[in-house]
């Protein structure tokens, strides 16, 4: 399923002393099955633009069309379920949305709300929760009892339970430690593949983008500045900086050989590219495999 | 150098744990005066418990901590709690007063200073952390990186000894991040603060003159960041990121590349590199 | 992310208005409430009248703000005005007379009073909140509750309640929000379906509120203790609030008007 955004504007409060204009001429497009990652630094529209992928707001002009949906700023708010139930949305934090007595009715919850009968989404929520890497034992714990990154984990178990095509992640890996981020990221991966998920990946990590993500949009100040490939993003490190944006770890490495005077063409994103593109230059006498280390 | 914190045996449980589930296990250290000591480990381990154990926050089952000579009791805790400030992960949920300016004072005003004193040091303490043109800000209209920054305002305005961060970057963007980790290492430069800084964060670790690890609330490690940052993937498992040169040397070793065993430093790496591609 | 209400809708400004004491502006609304009592005719009313407006317009609000301010308040307004007129009883020249309703010059002359009282209170109140940030009237909340301590209520303590209420007002709000967007993303609809419906919608978004307001109590008390928060004995203070001549020469004109309303009292 794709969304296609076409010359959409987004006010807050028009018509008021508080008005303030959030996003303007939007035109892009998510492709169906992509991996998409929107960038951009904190208060460039991400969070609003988010917020149009399942219709939780109404472009104040423009159309947004989702899947066979056209919203339109006169879209009624009534029947937009549906929507809801294709486009998953991930919050940031959203350990912050559970509620129920216990983890597996808590993951049932969304799934009943879009119409599937109780002992269905039962079923599936005992699946969701094997899905996101959780154990069955935890299905009738309070969800409240759990560890933050396992509560993280139902909370996604409840929006994957809807059986969404696309999901949107908002910075699904904030405030975890590294191994629960890798864990995540990974996670993700294995769920775009599995499921044959859409995935929009709103982050401020660069790195997730170059290792992940299969196109990328970037926004400033409620435009969209750019769209791409992450090697055309990437490949341009001066406009990055003007757009407040970083560079991947690797590209950035890259660079201080590059100024040294190494070559790289294309330039590497991630360090297995780099690895690879540096094995063709280095000398033999480095090769032989396993050497001493101290693990 | 004399020793500001020295932690020894000490034993920690919640009162909802059983007897002989401890959440801190024997733990024993000590940090230098004017040292700066990262502890890391995964979510869990233990590691903000260890700092809530410093300041008195949380009362030991066992153990003693003596900072700057005092040993922490309930007689001492407010003595000691004046001499450590705390900067805790999430910025909103610390933030107590109802302006910028309010919310520096707040210590202060604990310490019932004379209003004339406060002003300055207030003032002061904004300009330290490039936050004075936003004293009378509410803290709804301010970023995460800018409330951190007032929270160090309000810990430079304290005038404390030791300075310890609760993960105080990990809910920031990186722009955030970066300005934080700028005015600790400033504040550091203006004052012979101790730092003890509790961080997943590997920019942050690498600030520090000491890593501690701690796994499951024992202190299963200690040393120079160089000597920690050798560990190579095993630093994930530590909670903490990998530095990028060992992130590239991993890389190369799969591509059958021997690398040195000794931590680099990113401009260490690239020189390395450097060199054996320009003299083949 | 937006805060669709402004707290206490303070319009920050520059008026003379704007910087007086908020003590003296608290205390004045109070007794302006007071005097208008004093008003029996339509002299003493114009005479309340032209005061207030030359209030507003030296504090350089829209008046907008001050319509809309009587707007919500309309319906519970003209209900009192009419049974004023209705119950009056006789008085003057009656118009209409059924059972115990009449309706006489009397009754529609204190209708009218009554009406003008409710919009005179509504104007200075506004005035009050419009003008003063609600963290300086929680100050003058403060000092004006002090002469308390005597009988150990924790003024200091209040005070600081009342301030660390205001300024998570915003968080709460936008928490709120957020929690709301994830339900409605989880198929929820808010303010939809028939009352039994509405509130079952409700409970998905009260709990997570509830839990995260009780961490982030827990937090700030940690926070607080962590500071040297021991309850408020010893402590000095930041804010402090000064009167100054403006407060002083408010305070006289408001004498004046009472003088004023006196003379013209029927």
């Known amino acids: 399923m794709a969304i296609d955004f076409k010359q959409v504007d987004f006010t807050y409060q028009p018509g008021t002393p508080f008005e303030t204009k959030a996003l303007t001429d939007i035109n892009l497009t998510i492709p169906d099955g992509s991996y998409t990652a929107l960038i951009g630094h904190t208060g460039s529209g991400k969070s609003t633009l988010l917020q149009h992928l399942n219709a939780l707001l109404k472009p104040t002009s423009g159309t947004v069309t989702i899947g066979e949906r056209v919203i339109t700023p006169a879209t009624s708010n009534k029947d937009l379920k549906s929507l809801r139930q294709q486009v998953g949305i991930v919050f940031q934090f959203p350990e912050n949305q559970l509620f129920e007595e216990t983890v597996v009715k808590d993951i049932a919850f969304g799934p009943q709300n879009f119409g599937v009968s109780e002992t269905e989404a039962l079923e599936t929520a005992e699946k969701m929760l094997t899905l996101v890497g959780l154990d069955k034992s935890l299905l009738d714990r309070s969800p409240f009892d759990l560890s933050g990154g396992q509560m993280r984990r139902v909370a996604i178990a409840g929006v994957l339970a809807m059986q969404p095509k696309i999901l949107v992640l908002d910075e699904p890996t904030a405030g975890l430690d590294p191994q629960g981020r890798l864990d995540m990221m990974e996670m993700f991966a294995r769920l775009r593949r599995e499921q044959g998920l859409t995935v929009v990946l709103v982050t401020h990590q660069m790195d997730d983008v170059a290792n992940y993500a299969d196109h990328v949009i970037v926004m400033d100040q409620g435009r969209v500045v750019k769209t791409g490939t992450p090697q055309e993003i990437f490949k341009d490190p001066q406009w990055l900086v003007e757009h407040q944006l970083g560079l991947p770890k690797t590209t950035a490495f890259a660079q201080q050989l590059m100024a040294k005077g190494l070559q790289f063409n294309p330039i590497p994103l991630t360090e297995d590219q780099l690895a690879a593109a540096l094995v063709a230059q280095l000398p033999a006498t480095v090769f032989g495999g396993a050497e001493s280390h101290d693990e | 150098m004399s020793q500001i914190i020295d932690v020894a045996h000490l034993n920690y449980r919640y009162p909802q744990q059983s007897a ?110 490039n936050m004075a043109e936003f004293a009378t800000r509410e803290p709804a209209r301010l970023s995460g990186g800018q409330k951190q920054r007032v929270a160090l305002a309000g810990m430079i305005a304290a005038r404390p000894r030791i300075l310890i961060l609760d993960e105080a970057t990990s809910m920031l963007d990186p722009q955030g991040r970066y300005e934080v980790l700028q005015t600790i290492q400033q504040m550091k430069i203006n004052s012979d603060l101790t730092v003890l800084s509790i961080t997943h964060d590997i920019d942050e670790a690498a600030s520090a003159n000491r890593v501690l690890v701690v796994n499951d609330g024992r202190l299963v490690e200690e040393g120079q960041p160089a000597d920690i940052f050798k560990h190579g993937p095993a630093l994930i498992k530590m909670g903490l990121d990998m530095p990028y040169a060992e992130r590239l040397k991993a890389a190369l070793k799969r591509q059958g590349v021997k690398v040195p065993a000794d931590y680099l430093t990113e401009k260490g790496m690239a020189d390395w590199l450097w060199q054996l591609i320009s003299n083949k | 992310m937006m805060n669709k209400l402004i707290f206490g809708r303070y319009i920050p400004g520059k008026s003379v208005i704007h910087h007086m004491d908020p003590r003296a502006k608290l205390l004045l609304s109070f007794y302006f409430i007071g005097i208008i009592f004093i008003a029996n005719n339509w002299q003493t009313y114009v005479a309340l009248f032209v005061f207030t407006l030359l209030a507003i317009k030296l504090s350089g609000v829209k008046w907008s703000f001050f319509i809309n301010g009587v707007k919500p308040l309309i319906w519970l307004i003209l209900f009192t005005v009419i049974l004023q007129v209705l119950f009056s009883g006789s008085g003057g020249h009656v118009y209409f007379k059924w059972g115990i309703i009449t309706i006489s010059q009397l009754g529609l002359v204190n209708g009218i009073y009554i009406f003008c009282r409710f919009v005179l209170i509504i104007f200075m109140s506004t005035l009050l909140t419009l003008t003063t940030p609600p963290l300086e009237l929680s100050d003058a909340i403060e000092y004006i509750l002090m002469p308390l301590k005597v009988v150990h209520f924790p003024v200091y303590e209040v005070a600081l309640m009342l301030s660390i209420a205001l300024r998570f007002v915003p968080t709460l709000m936008d928490e709120t929000e957020k929690i709301m967007n994830a339900q409605r993303a989880r198929g929820v609809d808010f303010g939809e379906g028939n009352i039994f419906q509405q509130m079952r919608a409700i409970v998905p978004l009260l709990i997570p509120l509830f839990v995260s307001s009780f961490n982030r109590a827990e937090d700030l008390a940690t926070a607080m203790e962590a500071r040297g928060y021991q309850g408020g004995e010893g402590r000095s203070k930041f804010r402090i609030l000064k009167w100054q001549a403006r407060d002083s020469w408010a305070t006289v004109s408001f004498v004046a008007l009472t003088i004023i309303l006196v003379v013209l009292r029927a």
């Open chain 2, 20 to 129: 002989d589930d401890l959440t801190l296990k024997d733990i024993s250290f000590s940090v230098a005066d004017g040292e700066w000591v990262a502890i890391v480990g995964h979510n869990g381990s233990g590691k903000s418990t260890l700092a809530k154990n410093i300041n008195g926050l949380l009362a030991p089952v066992s153990g003693t901590v003596t900072v700057d000579g005092q040993v922490l009791s309930e007689k001492t805790v407010w003595d000691i709690r004046k001499k450590i400030g705390m900067v805790f992960q999430n910025p909103d949920n610390q933030f107590v007063g109802a302006t910028v300016e309010d919310d520096v004072a707040f210590s202060l005003e604990n310490q019932g200073v004379p209003r004339d004193e406060m002003l300055t040091r207030v003032h002061d303490a904004l300009v330290q952390v």
